[in-house]
């Protein structure tokens, strides 16, 4: 079935605020170190043991989230197919769509994000594109299709770029589509090359958030375009300087079983932004316009192919399928946000 348009909810503009949260960890341990010139050995030490603890911590996140790809992303593509990330609905939507239905919602997730951000069908200058954390690569192959572009993905996950290569091989796409495993945080390419960097549900996984903008940011070409669509926690109130506790105990059971460092803001997101001059910056609340999302998977984990096939693909999946409650909760209660960022870099 095919829904009927709407405008997204609540496009927001908002002002600037310090990003404490967001600090890099070499940042973090400079603001720890003593003020005396006259730095003892062993605060020199303790840094060093710092920095590699941070170190080893960020390895076993990528690791982490690598293997959790590895593992459930079989089992999201026999149920869901190739998109993983969430459809774009009517507010008012009803939430018992057939498997059709959602499909189509999370194609139009991909129209809804290019549009809020002014790249449209008849757009000439989109030549070149990076997926990052590009999946099996859904979003990279419509893309690809749609401009005529040539689209690079890249993503933490063996499994997954070799079934996104397979699938750009079984569409006759891979003159034009191509997937590697890469670092986010350190891409593999060159200054300003992209016309177009887009990210889908990929920044939540990010453990530095500054640095993942920056990089966003540097392989850009001038006058190109940055789309960030990720899982966000709720705006901060004036005079708030964090999440309650029971809030920031809900996402830290979410980030257990997902893989997720900690969690950030749009308005967050906006402001590093900010801070590297770009242009024409703009973000939404889209939560609205993914409720029915969670409630769907959920459905579609009890059918009995979904238990089925759930048992099969491992603990990691059945984990996954056992917290996606909370992330109804979330919506629900406020804390969870789904956000769409949007900017230009300057000519």
């Known amino acids: 079935m095919k829904a009927t348009l709407a405008p997204p909810s609540s496009l927001i503009s908002l002002p600037r605020h310090k990003v404490s ?3 890099s960890p070499s940042l973090l341990l400079q603001s720890q170190r003593p003020s005396s010139a006259l730095m003892t050995t062993t605060a020199t030490r ?3 043991a710092v920095t590699a603890a941070a170190t080893s911590s960020a390895e076993a ?3 982490g989230i690598a293997e959790f790809y590895n593992e459930t992303s079989g089992l999201w593509e026999e149920i869901w197919g190739d998109h993983m990330h969430h459809g774009f609905y009517d507010p008012d939507s009803s939430v018992q769509l057939s498997d059709s239905g959602h499909r189509e919602a999370q ?5 809804e994000s290019l549009r809020f951000a002014g790249v449209t069908e008849e757009e000439k200058k989109i030549k070149r594109v990076v997926d990052v954390g590009c999946g099996i690569g859904g979003s990279s192959r419509y893309i690809a299709s749609k401009f005529g572009a040539e689209c690079i993905g890249i993503t933490l996950s063996p499994v997954q770029a070799k079934r996104a290569n397979d699938l750009a091989a079984a569409q006759s796409l ?3 589509v191509s997937f590697q495993v890469a670092d986010a945080l350190d891409q593999p390419f060159e200054d300003g090359i992209f016309d177009l960097v887009w990210s889908m549900e990929s920044g939540e996984h990010m453990p530095d958030k500054a640095k993942f903008v920056k990089e966003l940011v540097r392989v850009t070409a001038p006058g190109g375009r940055i789309i960030i669509v990720t899982w966000c926690h709720r ?3 004036q005079g708030e300087e964090s999440l309650q506790p029971w809030e920031q105990n809900l996402l830290d059971r979410i980030c257990k079983t997902f893989y997720l460092p900690a969690w950030c803001s749009t308005s967050d997101y906006v402001e590093l932004l900010q801070s590297l001059s770009l242009q024409d910056i703009k973000c939404a609340d889209w939560s609205e316009n993914v409720a029915p999302f969670w409630p769907a998977v959920i459905r579609t984990a009890l059918t009995w192919k979904g238990l089925v096939s759930l048992l099969r693909s491992g603990m990691k999946s059945i984990k996954g399928a056992l917290t996606m409650p909370l992330m109804i909760e979330g919506y629900k209660k406020g804390v969870i946000k789904f956000g769409i960022i949007a900017c230009q870099k300057p000519l």
Do not use: A, D, F, Y
């Open 61 to 63: 996140l990528r690791e």
């Open 21 to 23: 949260s967001l600090r």
């Open 107 to 111: 194609i139009r997730m991909i129209e």
């Open 174 to 176: 891979s003159h034009k």
């Open 46 to 48: 303790g840094s060093v």
């Open 235 to 237: 705006n901060l109130s």
